[in-house]
C-alpha cells in the first residue's frame, strides 16, 4: 500500500489541530459567558461518568487496533481480518458498557436527564474505526472528519445556545455531532479493506492484548476526567469544577498539537520495529524528541507568560481563579510531551505495553490519593497539583523502563537550548505583559513577540535541529519559487 509520508500525515493531522486552537477561541468565551462557571460545572461533572463508562467500552482498542494495522499494514487480506475481529470486539464491549450506563443513569438521580441525553456517545465510539486509518497511515480521512464535525457543531452552537437554560441543547450538538462524524468515516471505509467473515474463536484472541492497552486508557481518564468526578463528590461546587475544567481545556489545546505528531508516529514507529529497521527507528525517535522539546518548553513558560493576559477576555473575570490553575500546569507541557514522546515512539511500537502499564497503575493511584488528600482543602487547586505530580510518575517511570532505547543525556541534550531560550522568552513576556491589555489583540501580540524571541535565541544558540528544519523549509520554498 502507498502510505502518505510523515509529513504530509502530520500536515493533515496538525491542521485539525491548528483548528482544534482556534474554534474554541470563538465558541470558549461564548459558552463561558453565556451557560456560566455553574451549567459548565454541571457538564464537566456528567461528562466525567459518560467518558468514563465509554472508556471501559472501548478497551485498549484505539491503540490495539492501530498498532495491529500498522504490523501488517503491507497485506491488505490480513489487516482487513483483523479489522473486523478487533471491530466486532469493541462494538459488543461499548454495547455491554452502554446497558451499564443506562442502568447508572436511571438509578442517579441528579442531573438525570444530563446522563441520558449523552448516550449518542456511545453510538460514536461503536461506529469510530478512526483507529484503521491511523494504522495505515492515512490520517486524511480522519483529520477532514474532524475539521467537517468541528465546524459543524460550532455553526449549530451559535445558532441554537443562548441562554443558560440551553444546557441540554449545547450537550446534545456535541455528542450528536461526534457521532454524525465517526459515521462518515464508514463511507471510505470500502476502498482500503475486505469483507471478511469473522469467527467466534477469532475474536478471543484479541480481548486479552486489548485489556493490556486499557491501563493506559484508564490512567488518562483518571487524569483527564476522574478529577472532575472527584471534585464534583469532594468538594461539591460546580463553580470550582467549572475552573479547572476550562484551564484543563485550554492545556489540551495546546498539547494537541504534540499529540497529533506523536499519533502520527506511532504507526511509522511500529512498522520500522517489526522490519526491524533499528538505525531508522533511532533516527525518527531522535528527530522526534528533538521537535518535541522544540515545542513544549516555550508552550510552557509562555503559558506562564500570557495567562494573566488571557483569561479575563477569554473565559470572563468571574474564571479569575483559571490564572492560577494555568500557571500550576504549566509544567504539564514539558511533562506530556516528553512522556507521549517516548510512549507513541517506543513503549508501544516495540511491544513494551505491560511495562508501561505498571507505570501507569502507579500514576492512576498517585493521582487518585493526592486528589482525596488536597480536593476537599483546595478544591480544583488541589486536583491540578495532583494532574501535574501523576503525569511526572509516569514520565519518570517510562525513562526507567526505555534505558535500551532513551538515554537520560539524551533527553537533557535534546532540551537544555530549548529550555534557555525559553526563559528568555519568559523574562521578556514579564516585563512587557504589565504594558499590555488583556484583550485577544495584545495576547496574539504578546504571543508573537515571545515566538519572535525564542526563536532569534535558538539561531544565536546555532540550535543545529532547528538551524537544519529551517534551512530546509526555506530550501523547498526557493526551489517552489524558482519553478
Not at 347 to 366: D, E, H, L, W
Request: charge should be positive.
Amino acid at each position: 500500500m502507498n502510505k502518505d509520508g510523515i509529513k504530509k500525515n502530520y500536515i493533515y493531522n496538525l491542521t485539525y489541530q491548528i483548528l482544534n486552537l482556534i474554534l474554541p477561541l470563538v465558541t470558549t468565551p461564548y459558552i463561558s459567558k453565556v451557560l456560566g462557571p455553574g451549567n459548565i460545572g454541571i457538564y464537566s461533572y456528567t461528562y466525567s461518568f459518560v467518558s468514563t463508562f465509554v472508556m471501559v467500552g472501548s478497551l485498549g482498542i484505539a491503540t490495539y487496533g492501530q498498532r495491529e494495522i500498522a504490523s501488517v499494514n503491507d497485506d491488505k487480506e490480513e489487516y482487513s481480518h483483523r479489522f473486523w475481529e478487533i471491530q466486532v470486539v469493541k462494538m459488543l464491549s461499548v454495547s455491554l458498557s452502554m446497558l451499564f450506563y443506562l442502568v447508572f443513569a436511571l438509578c442517579y438521580k441528579d442531573y438525570r436527564i444530563y446522563f441520558l441525553i449523552q448516550i449518542p456517545y456511545f453510538l460514536a465510539a461503536i461506529f469510530d474505526i478512526s483507529w484503521l486509518f491511523q494504522g495505515i497511515e492515512k490520517f486524511k480521512y480522519v483529520a477532514l472528519r474532524n475539521i467537517c464535525v468541528k465546524l459543524l457543531s460550532l455553526a449549530l452552537i451559535f445558532l441554537l445556545v443562548k441562554t443558560k437554560n440551553d444546557l441540554p441543547v449545547y450537550i446534545m450538538l456535541l455528542c450528536i455531532s461526534q457521532f454524525a462524524g465517526n459515521i462518515t468515516m464508514w463511507m471510505h471505509l470500502r476502498k482500503y479493506v475486505y469483507v471478511s467473515k469473522v469467527a467466534v474463536r477469532d475474536l478471543k484472541k484479541h480481548i486479552k492484548p486489548t485489556f493490556i492497552y486499557f491501563v493506559p486508557t484508564i490512567s488518562y481518564q483518571i487524569h483527564s476526567v476522574l478529577d472532575k468526578a472527584m471534585l464534583g463528590v469532594l468538594y461539591q461546587d460546580n463553580a470550582e469544577n467549572g475552573y479547572y475544567e476550562q484551564a484543563h481545556k485550554i492545556v489540551n489545546m495546546a498539547t494537541m498539537v504534540i499529540s497529533s505528531y506523536n499519533i502520527v508516529m506511532r504507526s511509522r514507529m511500529t512498522a520500522l520495529f517489526v522490519q526491524k529497521k533499528k538505525k531508522e527507528f533511532e533516527v525518527n525517535f531522535n528527530n522526534s524528541l528533538h521537535f518535541i522539546s522544540m515545542l513544549v518548553f516555550p508552550m510552557s513558560f509562555g503559558m506562564a507568560g500570557i495567562a494573566a493576559n488571557l483569561v479575563p477576555w477569554f473565559l470572563g473575570i468571574e474564571y479569575g481563579k483559571v490564572t492560577t490553575l494555568l500557571l500550576i500546569f504549566c509544567p504539564m507541557f514539558i511533562i506530556q510531551g516528553l512522556r507521549t514522546c517516548i510512549g507513541y515512539n517506543i513503549i508501544t511500537p516495540t511491544g513494551m505495553q505491560s511495562k508501561g502499564n505498571i507505570v501507569q497503575v502507579t500514576s492512576a493511584i498517585t493521582n487518585v490519593f493526592l486528589n482525596a488528600m488536597l480536593i476537599p482543602k483546595y478544591g480544583a487547586i488541589g486536583a491540578t497539583v495532583a494532574s501535574v505530580a501523576a503525569e511526572g510518575v509516569v514520565l519518570i517511570g517510562y525513562l526507567h523502563y526505555t534505558k535500551e532505547y532513551v538515554r537520560l543525556k539524551n533527553v537533557i541534550y535534546a532540551g537544555y537550548k530549548y529550555l534557555a531560550a525559553s526563559l528568555v522568552m519568559f523574562f521578556a513576556l514579564s516585563v512587557l505583559s504589565n504594558k499590555f491589555d488583556a484583550n485577544i489583540l495584545d495576547t496574539f501580540g504578546l504571543i508573537m513577540l515571545g515566538g519572535i524571541i525564542y526563536f532569534v535565541v535558538l539561531l544565536l544558540f546555532r540550535d543545529e535541529f532547528f538551524v537544519t528544519k529551517m534551512q530546509q523549509c526555506i530550501d523547498r520554498m526557493l526551489k517552489r519559487i524558482r519553478k
